[in-house]
């Protein structure tokens, strides 16, 4: 008999969260913590946004649409994917008419890529899906709690931008 996804996720994290690093003193441990926590968020929301398209190809199509125009060369440096990959991705978007090739108007050998309207429409959809989960969760806890998480997602959110200013300096 096949488990459902919520418990089989419930049980892959109870098994994560009994590793010995968890039991390490320090940032370690709270590294460890927080890690799966995101993890497994970030696949909840994967699961509730509904989306027929991988995790890759999902993640291209918001990068498109976030960037746009740009080039394949730029997109696959964008997805950290080398630029076969990156093509196959833009070509099975392309396919279901989800972005559009333009010709660039720099280089008459590449082209520049954007969003189609049904390519905004579907990362509109499955971000309202996401956020619609995510209030419903919030909604469950205590408004301390609740202030805590939006306290701590500023806090990741200015670490990682200190982190990717670093990287690119």
């Not at 010995?20 to 968020?41: D, P, Q, Y």
């Not at 946004?49 to 995790?55: C, H, K």
């Not at 196959?88 to 660039?104: A, Q, T, Y």
């Amino acid at each position: 008999m096949e488990q459902d996804t919520s418990s089989h996720t419930h049980n892959q994290t109870i098994r994560q969260t009994t590793e010995k690093s968890v039991i390490h003193a320090g940032n370690e441990g709270s590294a460890v913590v927080l890690r799966l926590a995101i993890t497994r968020t970030a696949r909840r929301m994967r699961q509730e946004a509904g989306s027929d398209l991988s995790p890759t190809v999902l993640a291209a199509l918001a990068s498109i649409e976030r960037h746009a125009p740009l080039t394949p060369t730029a997109l696959a440096g964008i997805e950290g994917v080398k630029r076969p990959t990156a093509t196959r991705v833009i070509n099975h978007l392309i396919d279901l008419e989800l972005i559009e090739r333009l010709p660039d108007p720099n280089d008459g050998r590449s082209c520049q890529l954007k969003p189609t309207p049904a390519g905004s429409d579907y990362l509109a959809e499955a971000r309202s899906r996401k956020s619609a989960y995510l209030a419903r969760l919030l909604d469950s806890l205590p408004a301390d709690d609740v202030a805590t998480l939006e306290r701590a997602a500023i806090i990741l959110e200015d670490a990682l931008e200190g982190s990717d200013q670093r990287e690119t300096s």
